[in-house]
């Protein structure tokens, strides 16, 4: 990707080195659910802890908000998230203009270790996370090495790719998405609701999509490779993957993202359309 050259965004928020307490056991229903989501998407363990509201989580030597020394390391993916987040911010506002939505920005919190979100407090190991009480994304950047050496995803635009999809999720609660999907899974069965949450996460796929289309369109910054990137993340984190790797069978009934192939068709046609129009995986839920 050429990002170098890039704005910064001035909503990072660095979390590094700050400590919380443990988080408390999950329960089930939504919380759960959330739980769930998060860790099939990254390939966490199950039995990571949360508690927190039902609506929670659908250079050099550098020091964190504490003061204290974080990874010098990740000095140059602080930069590139930056980046990132700064061209989401550009490319979503007249986007959502037409529907009559206001982009209001989010805030990317950049942690290690476990971090407390108005949706609870999290551990690293369920990886990236958007909290919709607070309208804030959670990334610890040690998940990209993770990306690279775990699930075979490598490259900056693999790492871009997950920035989007949590970005996409804001735009999923601006828009009003994130809570009538919370409303309706309240009225189905637990396997209705699970296939809707699919339906909510493969949006925030396409969504991801869109900010690449409007990426290159406006300001070129994909290079040869880049798209592959993302479709090889997209397809390493894909339900049936992670289940297939973990050893065990593959079982649909409790996909909560999506299969690799649902993933990869619904980032692409985020990507070659470019609309908001294009992302209606919900078609036919109502």
């Known amino acids: 990707m050429r990002w170098q050259g890039g ?28 739980v769930a989501l998060l860790v099939m998407l990254f390939g966490g363990d199950p039995s990571v802890v949360l508690s927190g509201d039902p ?18 390391a990740q000095a140059q993916l602080q930069d590139f998230v930056s980046v990132i987040l700064a061209d989401t911010e550009d490319t979503w506002p007249r986007l959502l203009e037409p529907l009559g939505v206001r982009y209001a920005e989010p805030r990317l919190v950049l942690f290690s270790d476990a971090v407390q979100s108005a949706c609870g407090v999290q551990e690293s190991a369920v990886g990236p996370f958007y909290c919709p009480l607070d309208q804030r994304v959670y990334l610890d950047l040690g998940f990209f090495r993770e990306l690279d050496r775990r699930f075979g995803a490598p490259g900056d635009f693999a790492q871009a790719y997950v920035v989007a999809h949590e970005v996409g999720h804001h735009v999923q ?11 309706m899974r309240g009225r189905m069965s637990p396997a209705q609701a699970n296939a809707l949450s699919v339906r909510q996460e493969l949006q925030a796929d396409c969504f991801a999509g869109i900010w690449a289309h409007h990426a290159q369109k406006q300001r070129q910054v994909l290079e040869q490779g880049d798209v592959e990137e993302g479709l090889r993340a997209a397809t390493a984190i894909g339900d049936d993957t992670l289940q297939r790797r973990a050893g065990g069978h593959v079982v649909p009934e409790s996909f909560t993202h999506g299969s ?8 692409r046609r985020g990507l070659e359309q470019g609309t908001v129009e294009a992302c209606d995986t919900f078609r036919g839920t109502e």
Do not use: C, K, Y
């Open 7 to 34: 704005r910064r965004s001035s909503n990072i928020e660095d979390r590094r080195g700050m400590g919380v307490g443990r988080p408390l056991v999950a329960g089930g229903g939504a919380v759960g659910l959330v």
């Open 55 to 72: 609506q929670g989580p659908s250079g050099g030597v550098g020091t964190g908000g504490s003061g204290q020394l974080v990874d010098p």
């Open 173 to 183: 609660n601006l828009l009003g998405i994130a809570e009538r999907v919370h409303s």
């Open 260 to 267: 690799s192939a649902q993933r990869v068709e619904w980032f």
